[in-house]
């Protein structure tokens, strides 16, 4: 058991080849295995291990705040998305054919309540039982690019420096320098300017883009000012994700087969 779990371990965390798995047992442990021999162990313990999932998925579904995020993985060649859903003690990952609701609910489930902070992705919101909040992080970086390349159009400046000022809020009130009075006070005052700064119009076709989107996410933006527990980004999907991109690239992209994503 212990020689299959340094195996998992070599393989799905750090993308070491079932082939270098192998020589590696036999130079250093003494143990001769062949590849074939090590992915049907890897399979066992992932047929061992769903009972463990499955409790990990239902906590997940169970948790007042899930951040998901998603990412290309192949499997056989084809597109398909690996999916992370991250709660502050729990993350589960799922592979899917697709980007879409279906594959998000796979997990969460349809009437998912609590709340999802997430980047601005339209699937998302479909789950119209849950609260939002949306990536905050997201929204500065899509302000910076246009300031870049519109420097003339004034609304990517003046959203970013609402945005900038919900953060600093936060970071106040969690300092104890701003009273939650204070907070729901320049909060009211911090909605009433982006909304009047969505209300002018732009004639640079990405600017009215960024706004249309804006206006879409409007009330999933200041989420975290109304609840402090809430993030106002998505990373801890972010950073869920980046061991599983390492992976990726090391070991080809993906999966070979479905057996396979399933075991991953």
Known sequence: ???????????????????????????????????????RALHRTARQAAPTYEALCHTVRGSPMVTPDETGWRVGGRLHWLWAFATPDTTVYAIRAGRGFPEAASILGADFGGVLVRDGWAPYRQFTRAAHQTCVAHLLRRCRLLIGDHPRAPLPAEVHTVLRGALALRDRFQAGLVSAHGVASERGRLISRLGAVLGRSSTVADVERFAAHLTGEFSAIFSFLFDPTLDATNWRAEQALRPAVVTRKMAG???????GAATQ
């Open 253 to 259: 992209g993906g999966n070979r087969s479905p057996r």
């Open 1 to 39: 058991p212990q020689a299959i779990a340094f195996a998992v371990t070599l393989n799905k965390q750090f993308g070491v080849s079932f082939g270098k798995i192998a020589t590696l047992f036999h130079q250093r442990l003494g143990l001769t295995l062949t590849r074939g021999a090590i992915v």
